[in-house]
């Protein structure tokens, strides 16, 4: 049973940092590219950064020099390092995993961990 389980998430001032971890089980971890996504209140979710198994990295224009996703195969965890945080960046931030073979498609979703970034 694939498993993805976020944490690391809370409360941080404007200009802050924060560190997303997400740990993985039940799957081949290093054969999966891994992605983080943020869904803020009454909003769509949207793509924050992605790592595939070779470790090229995308990320979206309003992360960009302020985020890094990075993973770790001997720890099956993806990280996604959060600087200069800000308001806008509040939402529940997703955990995912997917991998093609052929023509099918295996994806996995964490539950989510808040991010609220206040004064």
């Known amino acids: 049973q694939a498993q993805l389980a976020e944490s690391g998430g809370g409360l941080v001032q404007p200009g802050g940092s924060l560190r997303l971890s997400c740990a993985a089980s039940g799957i081949t971890f290093s054969m999966y590219a891994m992605g983080w996504y943020r869904q803020a209140p009454g909003k769509q979710r949207e793509l924050v950064a992605t790592i595939t198994s070779g470790n090229t990295t995308n990320y979206a224009d309003s992360v960009k020099g302020r985020f890094t996703i990075s993973r770790d195969n001997a720890k099956n965890t993806v990280y996604l390092q959060m600087n200069s945080l800000k308001p806008e960046d509040t939402a529940v931030y997703y955990c995912?995993?997917?991998?093609?073979?052929?023509?099918?498609?295996?994806?996995?979703w964490g539950q989510g961990t808040q991010v609220t970034v206040s004064s």
């Open positions: 995912n995993a997917k991998r093609i073979i052929v023509v099918r498609k295996y994806e996995y």
